[in-house]
Every structure is written in structure tokens, then in C-alpha cells.
């Protein structure tokens, strides 16, 4: 869920090279549109913020190569992939617009329109679009349009999809999401399938209503609409496809990454004594995103989190503090999602399964004061005693990974409503799934997860595609013959990361660093239609 990080070696490399060439231009003249409509952009044209030249940005791009390893190792892979020089400049658009809360209640959102610029038909005229769906951050002020100010949180995230996508072509839509930057909404509706994929689909409209009205008026949706995302936004982007193809809009071709698709069977894993890495920063989020949409998660914030955390914790992310201080200043721990002190229920093998385990991975996740009080787990637990997810019941997942066929503790029936498993239902547009084996942040799982879900419904050859991209956990099914180059690529940069930092410092990168190959995977597989 994590996003990638200013501290993400490969995204700074690009972000340094948009930060480099970019600059201001153009502005809004138009009045606050007030008429509240979903979808409709509050100015319209919306303010250009930044242009960089195909010329100024490559040659930046080549310049961070020379003193950086990891922009170098980037910069092997984007000309392998034929990427360099970027054919097409960039302009962005600073987009606001109407939207709904987690609980259908009206709101407003932003978010960045980048358009290319330069070669007609290659980057200007009609061109395809894609949609993207940022990871997770916990600081308010994060904005896609944004990617001149190394101080926002989004700027590396921002320069690396304008590198990817907007650079080679396309039209990129990407919102910030209500809750972040100038939205509205008091809080973020955090792994909510239901209003972030509305949400997709607002912002898409309203930058579709942008083109045309900006200075690069001639610049169009030619029709192809591509969807793709990281972390907690490969969770939003296969629930934007799900939710476009309920609603008969037509999708070309999908790209999800790393995402938490498998909730249930995910939090239940980490409930059992696998929390994921800074947990503690983003699982705060869960319980207050479905008591906002739900309304039956807790009574009282002691109800889930413990004492020491409770108190304002339901009015905390997205927060004007940096991580840092979220932790230095006590407002969450540094690790401990679960108490050290562990429930004890009297059968030995629910003790054991509760205990602190001997991964130390996963042991680093237990302490006290922790995040999450032993009531709340104890009760989650045994509903997992009760009603187990399928997916765990071996691995890998059994044929058709089964939800939980009757959760009954309300917070895992929130958790199961928005899981990608829930309802029943089939791609009907290509899919790739872009993940890492090892992955300590959104477990690979998910991914294995959604395969096995969809495995008895025998979907066509070539519908859905899944992607390890680190070689060292691929099997030969997620080796696709086209992606063997970004796989060598990412385990080379893996294996050196490894042996400069450690296992542990390395293992807290993995997430962000499997971000930039998923991304030029991506790219590569929607350059196929």
C-alpha cells in the first residue's frame, strides 16, 4: 500500500529530472463552477503548472545517470524498452473536481492532468489515456500536479508516471484523492472500493472535459482508455475496472500493481501474526475509511486501537505531519501493530497461531504499546476460526480462492465488501497483474490470490496476465517471455540493494523499489494495443 517513497532511489532519479526541466505557465481565468455535479471540474480550463520540452527532459533524465546507479540502471532499462530519448514534452494541468465521500456524501477532489506535447500523431492529436491511482502516503499535502517541489510528498510518484507514460505519449489522468490536498472531505476513504473507483471515474470525466479548452487544444482522448496503478492504487485501479465494466464503459486494457486485491485474506494473514512493513503508518486508515462508510466498526476509538493511540487518532491521516514526526511525536508506533503480550484463549492451537512469531520479519511487527489492542484482534480471530478464507487454506491458494462464507465480526464484513473477490466476476478487458515475490509490504498473495480465483472460470488465453518481477520467487508461469528483460533488470537492482544495505534496510525498499519496472511492465503491455 505503501507509495513510493522521496526516499525510492529510481523515482528520485526521474523526479530529479522533471523537477530539473520543468517550469510554471498559464493560469486560470475562469470563475468557481458551483453547480455540484459528479464529475464536473470546479475551473475549467483548469491552471497549467509546469511544462518540460521532450529535449530538456531526456537530457536531464541522462545528466542523474552519471552520478546515480539506480537513474543509471533506469536509464539501461527505458532504452532497452526503446523509451529513450522521450519523444514527447509534457505540460500539467491542475485539475479540481467534484466528487463523492465514503459515504456518498458530496466532496471535492484534485488531481493532475499531464498532457504530451510535440510530434503530432506520436504526442499530440488523438491520443489514448491512462489512468493512474497513486500508493498510499499519509501526508495531506500530497498532489500529482505538483512534481516541482522536491518538499511534496508526491513529486517523485508524480515525475515517474509523467517519465513512463505521459513522456511516450499518453494522456495521464491521475487523481489525489478526497481527503488529500485542497479536497473537502475530512478524511480519505482508504481502501474503499465502492467511492475510490467512483471516484476514478469523476476524475476521468473532468479531465475529459479539460481537453480541448487548454493551450494544447489539440490534443484529444482518442478512445483508449488504459487503467494501472500502485499499491493501494492496483487495489483502486482493478476496482475502477470492475466497477467501468458494471457500468458498460469501455475499458482497453487494465494494469493493477501491487495491490492488496485479497483484503479479507490479507488482513486475516496479518491478524495472524503477519503485520506487513509500517503497517502501523496506514492500517489506522482501514478502520476509520469503513466507519465513515459503515458506521459499525467501533463505538469508541478504544474499541480497535489501544489507549496509548486512541485519542485523535479518527482525525489524524491524512495529517500535515511527515512520518517521521508521526512516530517521533507519539501518535503511532514505530512498528508495533500487535501487542507483544499476546491473547490467551486456552486452545493451544489459537495461542500459537496468536503468538509472537519467530520470522523476525514479522516478529518486528509485535510490541507494546501496539496499534491495535488485544480485544479487537481476539474477535477478529475468532471469526477467522469460524469462517476461514479459502485462499489460506494452502499455498498456493487453492482453485478458486472462497471469501469467507459467512464473516460475522462487522469489521471483516466491511473487509469482505471490498475485496476484489466480492462479487463474482470476470476481466473482460486484458489484465496484468505486476507484482514482487518477495514483496513485505502488499504480500505477493494478492496476486496469487486473484489467479486462483479466477482459475475454474477457464478465461480465454492471454486475458490476464501475471508478473513476478523479481526472479529470484518467479515461477516459470509469471516469467512472460516479453517481461524477462524488466525481471533481469529489477533483480539486478534488488541484489545490489541487498548487498549495500542489508537485508532488513533493503527489505524496507522492496515495495517502492519493485514500483518503477511494474510501471515500465505496464507500459509495455499497453503499448500492445
Not at 168 to 186: M, W
Not at 441 to 457: E, G
Request: net charge negative.
Amino acid at each position: 500500500m505503501r507509495r513510493a517513497r522521496k526516499a525510492t532511489r529510481i523515482a528520485l532519479a526521474a523526479g530529479a529530472a522533471f523537477a530539473l526541466a520543468a517550469c510554471g505557465g498559464g493560469s486560470s481565468t475562469q470563475s468557481a463552477n458551483t453547480a455540484v455535479a459528479e464529475g464536473a471540474l470546479i475551473y475549467n480550463p483548469p491552471l497549467r503548472v509546469g511544462s518540460v520540452t521532450a529535449a530538456a527532459f531526456t537530457a536531464s533524465l541522462t545528466s542523474q545517470a552519471a552520478t546515480s546507479s539506480a537513474a543509471a540502471q533506469l536509464l539501461t532499462v527505458l532504452t532497452g524498452g526503446h523509451l529513450l530519448p522521450l519523444p514527447c514534452g509534457v505540460d500539467f494541468y491542475y485539475i479540481q473536481y467534484y466528487t463523492v465521500g465514503g459515504a456518498g456524501e458530496s466532496t471535492t477532489a484534485s488531481g493532475a492532468l499531464m498532457v504530451p506535447t510535440g510530434v503530432p500523431l506520436l504526442c499530440s492529436g488523438k491520443r489514448p489515456i491512462v489512468m493512474y491511482a497513486h500508493g498510499t502516503s499519509v501526508e495531506h499535502s500530497y498532489n500529482l500536479a505538483n512534481p516541482n517541489d522536491s518538499s511534496n510528498p508526491a513529486s517523485a510518484e508524480s515525475s515517474l508516471i509523467a517519465t513512463i507514460f505521459a513522456a511516450q505519449g499518453y494522456i495521464v489522468v491521475a487523481p489525489n484523492y478526497a481527503g488529500y490536498d485542497t479536497s473537502s472531505l475530512p478524511y480519505h476513504p482508504w481502501l474503499n472500493a465502492d467511492q475510490q473507483s467512483q471516484e476514478m471515474i469523476d476524475a476521468l470525466a473532468a479531465a475529459r472535459s479539460a481537453l480541448g479548452k487548454i493551450p494544447t487544444a489539440g490534443t484529444l482522448d482518442n478512445g483508449q482508455l488504459f487503467l494501472t496503478g500502485y499499491s493501494q492504487g492496483g487495489h483502486v485501479a482493478m476496482a475502477t475496472l470492475r466497477k467501468m465494466q458494471a457500468k458498460s464503459m469501455p475499458v482497453t486494457a487494465a494494469a493493477p500493481m501491487s495491490g492488496p486485491y485479497a483484503m479479507e485474506a490479507f488482513v486475516d494473514a496479518v491478524i495472524f501474526g503477519k503485520p506487513f512493513i509500517f503497517s502501523t503508518l496506514f492500517m489506522p486508515l482501514l478502520p476509520i475509511s469503513y466507519q465513515h462508510a459503515y458506521h459499525n466498526v467501533y463505538n469508541a476509538t478504544t474499541d480497535v486501537f489501544s489507549p496509548t493511540y486512541a485519542t485523535g487518532i479518527d482525525t489524524l491521516l491524512p495529517t500535515n505531519l511527515t512520518e517521521t514526526q508521526l512516530i517521533t511525536e507519539g501518535k503511532l508506533p514505530q512498528s508495533a501493530l500487535l501487542d507483544s503480550t499476546t491473547p490467551v484463549t486456552g486452545n493451544a492451537t489459537l495461542d500459537a497461531q496468536l503468538a509472537v512469531p519467530s520470522n523476525p520479519l514479522f516478529a518486528a511487527g509485535f510490541g507494546h504499546p501496539s496499534l491495535i489492542n488485544n480485544s479487537f484482534r481476539l474477535q477478529y480471530a475468532l471469526d477467522v476460526v469460524a469462517s476461514p478464507d479459502g485462499a489460506l487454506a494452502s499455498s498456493p491458494p487453492p482453485a478458486g480462492a472462497p471469501l469467507a462464507a459467512n464473516p460475522s465480526f462487522p469489521t471483516r464484513k466491511d473487509i469482505q465488501l471490498n475485496d476484489m473477490r466480492d462479487p463474482l466476476w470476470v476481466p473482460s478487458a486484458p489484465t496484468l497483474m505486476c507484482g514482487g515475490g518477495e514483496d513485505p509490504t502488499v504480500f505477493f498473495l494478492n496476486t496469487q490470490v486473484m489467479q486462483a480465483f479466477w482459475q475454474p472460470l477457464n478465461l480465454p488465453t492471454g486475458l490476464v496476465t501475471a508478473l513476478d518481477v523479481d526472479l529470484t520467487t518467479a515461477n516459470a508461469g509469471d516469467s512472460p517471455l516479453p517481461f524477462v528483460p524488466i525481471q533481469t533488470a529489477f533483480t539486478g537492482t534488488w541484489n545490489a540493494l541487498l548487498t549495500a544495505q542489508g537485508q532488513q534496510k533493503a527489505l524496507e525498499q522492496y515495495h517502492e523499489t519493485v514500483a518503477p519496472f511494474c510501471m515500465l511492465a505496464a507500459f509495455g503491455f499497453f503499448h500492445n494495443f
